[in-house]
């Protein structure tokens, strides 16, 4: 039962799972330091405030008995959205697109290793022709 489980755990994608998970978390607070620190402060410049969740907000109907009220906020909405392809457009250029040429890169080496050869000059086919035709004659 452990060997079948050292096995199970020791196969390259687990291994290549974990390695993603960690690196995607330390890759998650870079993004969030750029939001935090560089997007954050630019919509506050603009809006006046840290971000665009208290941006066009409205109370539709107020808490009654301690209930929590009913909010339509479109600057959560936004927040959520800018967020997103912030992270998607840092994924995109930091992983995806050097990924994306290094396999290109690959893919171009190996093209031209495995093209065929050129075809031999008319005198190197004409020496090959009688070799041939002389082996064949002498078996």
Same mark, same amino acid.
């Given at each position: 039962?452990?060997?079948?489980?050292? @096995?199970?755990?020791?196969?390259?994608?687990?291994?290549?799972?974990?390695?993603?998970?960690?690196?995607?978390?330390?890759?998650?607070?870079?993004?969030?330091?750029?939001?935090?620190?560089?997007?954050?402060?630019?919509?506050?410049?603009?809006?006046?405030?840290?971000?665009?969740?208290?941006?066009? @907000?409205?109370?539709?109907?107020?808490?009654?008995?301690?209930?929590?009220? @009913?909010?339509?906020?479109?600057?959560?909405?936004?927040?959520?959205?800018?967020?997103?392809?912030?992270?998607?457009?840092?994924?995109?250029?930091?992983?995806?697109?050097?990924?994306?040429?290094?396999?290109?890169?690959?893919?171009?080496?190996?093209?031209?290793?495995?093209?065929?050869?050129?075809?031999?000059?008319?005198?190197?086919?004409?020496?090959?022709?009688?070799?041939?035709?002389?082996?064949?004659?002498?078996?």
């Amino acid at each position: 039962m452990l060997a079948g489980f050292k @096995t199970f755990v020791m196969r390259g994608n687990v291994v290549d799972l974990a390695v993603g998970i960690v690196i995607g978390a330390a890759f998650g607070a870079v993004v969030t330091a750029f939001v935090t620190n560089i997007v954050n402060p630019l919509i506050a410049a603009l809006f006046g405030k840290p971000d665009l969740s208290a941006v066009w @907000t409205w109370t539709l109907r107020e808490g009654a008995n301690g209930a929590d009220p @009913t909010i339509l906020s479109i600057g959560a909405f936004l927040t959520a959205v800018l967020n997103f392809l912030i992270v998607g457009a840092a994924i995109y250029f930091a992983v995806v697109m050097p990924l994306n040429r290094l396999a290109e890169r690959r893919k171009a080496g190996q093209v031209a290793e495995a093209a065929e050869p050129e075809a031999p000059a008319a005198d190197i086919a004409l020496l090959t022709e009688i070799r041939d035709l002389l082996a064949r004659d002498d078996a």
